[in-house]
């Protein structure tokens, strides 16, 4: 569900109007995140460190007002509830896509996520909830701790779906980080909206065991 979004009364929209002729008006921010207490919660509690992740990052997004809104068939408008879909691996070392609905907690998530995987990696295609906007697109990297990153595009600046990209967890001393990047298009958000996005996923692994 979703509600047209009442552009005269948005606080951004001096500056969606300013980025909107962009020719390519996104921008990516990457960071380590601490996955220490995360990634021990995970291992105690036999969850998929990657569908888990996903899952917390997809619970901050619904946070943020900002991360709900898309530019659709020339409206701005605002959903109710973000899901997201992600590449994943096959055997012949392609790619595809699965599709992620948020759902009420973790373990719940980390249950229809491993359903969802076995479902798409059967299917192996790109064609995933390919018509809707009310997504996040990810991609996990785990065989580098990447220092930044650029996406493939088609320069559409209409394309306001945030892409999210997890890395490899390495240890730094004796705590645990994993890469963590967000790219956003400037019309719909900034970047103090995505720092919220890192601070606010910092609290929420921060406190999973709790």
Known sequence: MFTELDLDSWPRKSTYEFFKDFADPFFNFSANIDVTVFYNFCKQNNLSISLSILYYTLAAVNEIREFHIRLQNGRLVEFDTIHATQTILNVDETFSFAYFEMQPDVFAFDAA????????????????????????????????????????SRLDRTQTIPRVVFGKIFDDGPVKKMPFSVEANHMIMDGFHVCKLFNRLQEMIDGAST
Not at 119 to 139: M, W
């Open 113 to 152: 996520g491993k359903i969802a995987l076995e479902k798409y990696k059967a299917l192996k295609t790109y064609d995933v909830e390919s018509t809707r906007v009310d997504l996040i697109y990810c991609s996990s990297i785990p065989w580098i701790s990447f220092t930044g990153l650029k996406h493939p």
